[in-house]
């Protein structure tokens, strides 16, 4: 039996890196501090940011006796974790096509240790410096610049982080492995409303998002449905002599948080929790900025979902933006 580890998400640990700046609005951190934040995220539970990137391992010259005991151990990984996908493409050039995230494989390895196909697994993946670094907690990476800091993601601009889809394909896997092995992170900027209806198709889904605890005055935007304006009167008062304006409601909202936000500092809570309890009063309509993993055929049900006269007139604006940026990188939406 011959494994190895094909592919790997070029500089993983970077990839994960952005994604917890991203998240936490750490940008002005040392490399230093920077490995610290990431040690101690994982320390506190909060793993979604390590639930991107992807890994890809092949089996072949695999015998009869040692082909079910293959086959008993991937359903038993899947029993574990059910975002570790496998397949058997009789036009493959391998008998097993194996891919999954670094969460998953820890998720794993926490339950199967024991397991041959594991420790074979294993012994690939720690040949990797950017993958060991997620096992092996002594392990030490130098800092370095990160590749995935320049990028001018913006509302109807998502930024295509990763995609395997042009290295996998040269490696030889087939149309229908490259659908199922092929991961895209994505990083969009989008109003909580469609965000929301993201995640009601999650089957796969790695989702990592910028706190809301981060939102002021400052950087209060958000997005103006399809049929309304900034300037559109949407009630008066006093007699007519007040009119209120859609643009108005925010402003209120906009600032209705920071008072929430004083209110609950002046009491003596924590500036972390004072955010928090500000951010319940924050409107679908704000923007958001979170970044996605998903496997290509989940991609394109999705966009078959979206992409449609049926959907919403954002959500179908959104999807669009997607499929751009999809065959802007290659991949074939």
Not at 7 to 21: G, M, R
Not at 64 to 88: M, P, T
Not at 97 to 108: A, E, Q, W
Not at 203 to 212: A, F, H, P, V
Request: charged share 25%; glycine share 4%.
């Amino acid at each position: 039996m011959e494994t190895r580890l094909v592919y790997s998400t070029p500089d993983y640990h970077k990839l994960v890196e952005y994604i917890a700046l991203r998240c936490y609005d750490d940008f002005g951190k040392s490399k230093v501090e920077i490995h610290k934040l990431m040690r101690d995220i994982m320390k506190k539970k909060h793993k979604n940011i390590i639930g991107h990137g992807n890994i890809v391992f092949t089996i072949a010259s695999v015998d009869r006796d040692n082909y079910h005991d293959i086959l008993d151990s991937l359903v038993s990984f899947k029993e574990y974790n059910n975002n570790i996908r496998w397949s058997r493409d009789p036009q493959s050039n391998w008998d097993f096509v194996i891919s999954l995230n670094i969460l998953s494989f820890i998720d794993i390895s926490l339950s199967c240790n024991e397991n041959k196909l594991l420790q074979h697994l294993t012994e690939k993946l720690l040949i990797v410096p950017s993958l060991e670094w997620f096992v092996e907690n002594t392990y030490q990476i130098e800092g370095s610049d990160n590749p995935y800091l320049q990028n001018d993601t913006d509302h109807l601009q998502p930024t295509v982080l990763s995609s395997d889809y042009i290295a996998l394909k040269e490696l030889g896997l087939t149309d229908y492995e490259l659908e199922m092995h092929t991961t895209v992170t994505v990083e969009i900027v989008s109003d909580r409303a469609m965000l929301l209806q993201d995640a009601c198709h999650s089957d796969m889904l790695g989702r990592s998002e910028i706190s809301q605890r981060n939102v002021s005055m400052s950087d209060f935007k958000y997005s103006v449905p399809i049929g309304l304006s900034n300037t559109d009167v949407i009630y008066s008062e006093a007699d007519g002599l007040i009119q209120v304006t859609y643009g108005d409601i925010m402003h209120t909202i906009a600032l209705s948080y920071d008072k929430v936000m004083a209110f609950s500092e002046s009491r003596g809570d924590s500036k972390l929790r004072a955010k928090e309890l500000a951010s319940s009063i924050l409107p679908n309509a704000i923007y958001s900025r979170y970044i996605e993993t998903r496997p290509l055929k989940q991609w394109k049900h999705l966009f078959k979902l979206n992409d449609d006269v049926h959907t919403l007139n954002e959500k179908q604006k959104n999807t669009q933006a997607l499929l751009t940026a999809f065959r802007r990188v290659g991949v074939p939406v």
